[in-house]
């Protein structure tokens, strides 16, 4: 299953905000520098997907990811 994300980095709080069944917007506190705000948004997608592999599909450099779930 591939899910949609809209990333927006270096925000005040972390939330997740589900648009559709595989569309969703997170906000993460971590900079979009060096890889971080891409290897936080992987962690909350896998807490919201437990015991499935997570891996970033697309969008490693933009705000508009893919990531492939299952």
């Known amino acids: 299953m591939y899910l949609k994300l809209k990333v927006i980095p270096d ?30 948004v992987l962690e909350i997608v896998r807490e919201l997907y437990p015991q499935m592999k997570v891996r970033l599909v697309s969008g490693h450099t933009s705000p508009s990811k893919i990531v492939s779930v299952g």
């Open 11 to 40: 925000s005040k709080i972390e939330k997740v905000e589900q648009l559709k069944d595989d569309e969703y917007r997170i906000w993460v506190r971590a900079p979009a520098e060096n890889n971080h705000a891409n290897n936080r």
